[in-house]
């Protein structure tokens, strides 16, 4: 098992590449697309070559600071 904070390998960055166009066909079939600040922020974190558990939190982050941002635009 992965330790948490191992980075990831050019092998496993090269799978994530591999396997982007399908998962963003695999999105827009259930009526998902990535906005142009979501995919930055995964092209972000492949750079940063961030272990799933520090990606997870970073996405939750993110969803939830533009949530906040969202409350705070409707008020």
């Known amino acids: 098992m992965r330790e948490k904070k191992t980075r990831l390998t050019d092998g496993e960055v090269a799978e994530i590449r591999?396997?982007?166009?399908g998962v963003r066909t695999s999105l827009a079939c259930e009526g998902m697309r990535l906005?142009?600040?979501?995919?930055a922020l995964f092209d972000q974190m492949e750079?940063?070559?961030l272990p799933p558990d520090e990606a997870?939190?970073?996405i939750i982050e993110f969803s939830r600071a533009k949530r906040r941002a969202k409350a705070l635009g409707s008020v």
């Not at 591999?18 to 166009?21: E, L, N, S, V």
């Not at 906005?35 to 995919?39: L, Q, R, S, V």
């Open 56 to 58: 997870i939190a970073r």
């Open 47 to 49: 750079a940063e070559r």
């Open 35 to 39: 906005t142009a600040e979501e995919e």
């Open 18 to 21: 591999r396997r982007r166009p």
